[in-house]
T-cell receptor
Framework: QKEVEQDPGPLSVPEGAIVSLNCTYSNSAFQYFMWYRQYSRKGPELLMY????GNKEDGRFTAQVDKSSKYISLFIRDSQPSDSATYLCAMSVGQAGTALIFGKGTTLSVSS | ETGVTQSPTHLIKTRGQQVTLRCSSQ?????VSWYQQALGQGPQFIFQ???????GRGNFPPRFSGLQFPNYSSELNVNALELDDSALYLC?????????FGSGTRLTVV
């Protein structure tokens, strides 16, 4: 079993839809949870960063962490064609100085 | 504020050769880490440097080695290249928790 599991998709939605992206993990030591967006031929760009369980909202993006279920989610409201990208979940045991463990990434396509 | 820059952007090498990839950290970031991203996969941690010392390593063989310089820039060296080393190599610099990734070097081994 991989440490972090993420459905690779692809996921296709119409503009304005609500998108839900999810990851599960097996290592209960993970404390820090991140979502990155990666456009084609670019490096990952940090979207959301959360510590421990709970919700965090930033504009159209909401990140949820449920440590009891070892499950994290990213919701995108009012999706736009510019949101078309690969979304990677990542997590780490420590805040700094420790490796990020990534999921495979989910490819999202938003059509206008 | 400059971001993380990597060079070259693309590279083609022959199996058995050696390669050096370079990374300039974001201003003020004292930690640099390297990741390998195969096609269709998430990035995998190779190693990390803090103040010129390696302080973390993933499950990669010793032919993957690195350096960090006093200005916090970094190099990734790969010896005896194998076909499976073909991937996007990402550098990330960080200060405390926030990591910034470069656009990567696309390495193709033929």
């Amino acid at each position: 079993q991989k440490e972090v599991e993420q459905d690779p998709g692809p996921l296709s939605v119409p503009e304005g839809a609500i998108v839900s992206l999810n990851c599960t993990y097996s290592n209960s030591a993970f404390q820090y949870f991140m979502w990155y967006r990666q456009y084609s031929r670019k490096g990952p760009e940090l979207l959301m960063y959360t510590y421990s369980s709970g919700n965090k909202e930033d504009g159209r993006f909401t990140a949820q962490v449920d440590k009891s279920s070892k499950y994290i989610s990213l919701f995108i409201r009012d999706s736009q064609p510019s949101d078309s990208a690969t979304y990677l979940c990542a997590m780490s045991v420590g805040q700094a100085g420790t490796a990020l463990i990534f999921g495979k990434g989910t490819t999202l396509s938003v059509s206008s | 504020e400059t971001g993380v820059t990597q060079s070259p952007t693309h590279l083609i090498k022959t199996r058995g050769q050696q390669v050096t990839l370079r990374c300039s950290s974001q201003s003020g970031h004292n930690t640099v880490s390297w990741y390998q991203q195969a096609l269709g996969q998430g990035p995998q941690f190779i190693f990390q440097y803090y103040r010129e010392e390696e302080n973390g390593r993933g499950n990669f063989p010793p032919r993957f080695s690195g350096l960090q310089f006093p200005n916090y820039s970094s190099e990734l060296n790969v010896n005896a290249l194998e076909l499976d080393d073909s991937a996007l190599y990402l550098c990330a610099s960080s200060l405390e928790a926030r990591r910034t990734f470069g656009s990567g070097t696309r390495l193709t081994v033929v």
